[in-house]
Each structure stands twice: as C-alpha cells, then as structure tokens.
C-alpha cells in the first residue's frame, strides 16, 4: 500500500511547513483539493465549485485565525461542501425520476436533468500510473466517513485532532474510521504490497 500511496504523487503529500499567508495556503492545498473534492464527486466542474467555494469561505470567514488553524479549517469547509453537492445531485435526481422531465407549453418535452458522468475523471488522466487509478477506485468504495477520515489523515497529513475538527466529530470516532478503511484498503490492495 505504501507503493500507491507514493504513487499519488509528491504534490498530494503535505508539505510539513505552514505558510506565512492565506494566500500561500491556499495556492499549496489548491490542487491537492480538487483531486480530494474530483475523487468524491466524480465530476470535474462540481469539484472546482467545491473548491473555489471552500476557498472563498476560508477566506470570508477566517482570514484572522492563526495559519496552524487554516488546515482543519479548510478541509473541513471542502467536506461539507462536497457532501452538500452529493445530497443536492440525489435529491434532483429523485424529483427528476418523480416528475420526468416534464412539458412546457406546447407539449414539447422539456430536458431532464442528467446526473454527473459516472466515470472517475482523475483516472483518466492519470491512466499512465496504475496504483493511483487502484488506489482511488479503492477509496471510492469506501463509506463516506470512512473515506474521508483516511484522505484527510493519511493523505493530507491532518493529525487527530485537526481531523476530527474537519470532519465533526470525535478523535475517537476518526480512530475507528481510519481504522476500518485501512482495514478494508489492504485487502482490496494486497497485490501492491
């Protein structure tokens, strides 16, 4: 596992020192999280709304706070959007189903909502470097807190604490969801060991 994990790539590993400024910080994490945000929507345009959102928010909202604050900060903003952009496409696509897509006036049927592409868009581009396509196909089968805890704790670097910050919830509870993914991704990455 430690193979597809290097394999991501040097620009998904945190770089350890913190920068003096909002705006080096987000220009670090930048593509780091629109690969994050891409992995779980599987949609290019939705990921960089979620990003460009969270950036933004950081910015309006937290620009006083201490730079070691930024990072639980941020990735906590990304995850709730990103699970907000996740309800909103299920919702329409269930009032899409519901209603179909309905006629305007002169009877024509109007176009229905079609949810996102369904193909992962970083793999893709990547297809040149297996164990990143065998590592993100097996994260997407993860739960969603299961998944997130694992890509905030192992791949952007967060510790304990700060990954509870982001995700909402207790050092404790990301133990036990960091523990069940590592679980879970060394079995279905056995062949990269």
Not at 75 to 90: C, E, H, N, P, S
């Amino acid at each position: 596992m430690n193979t597809a994990v290097d394999a991501l790539g040097a620009d998904m590993v945190l770089d350890e020192a913190t920068p003096a400024t909002l705006d080096a910080f987000l220009a670090q994490v930048e593509r780091r999280a629109f690969r994050m945000a891409e992995m779980q929507l599987r949609h290019r345009e939705d990921a960089m709304d979620a990003v460009q959102d969270a950036m933004l928010r950081l910015v309006k909202h937290y620009r006083d706070k201490p730079a070691a604050e930024w990072a639980p900060l941020f990735w906590g903003i990304l995850r709730r959007r990103v699970v907000d952009l996740q309800r909103r496409r299920k919702v329409r696509s269930i009032v899409v189903g519901w209603l179909g897509g309905g006629h305007d006036k002169d009877g024509d049927e109007l176009p229905v909502w079609e949810p996102a592409d369904q193909n992962p868009g970083p793999l893709d581009r990547l297809h040149d470097v297996q164990s990143y396509a065998d590592m993100a196909a097996a994260v997407n089968t993860l739960p969603r807190r299961q998944r997130e805890a694992f890509m905030l704790r192992m791949l952007e670097g967060l510790d304990g604490k700060e990954t509870a910050q982001a995700m909402g919830c207790s050092e404790g509870s990301v133990k036990t969801h960091l523990s069940r993914a590592m679980h879970t991704l060394r079995d279905q990455l056995e062949n990269w060991r």
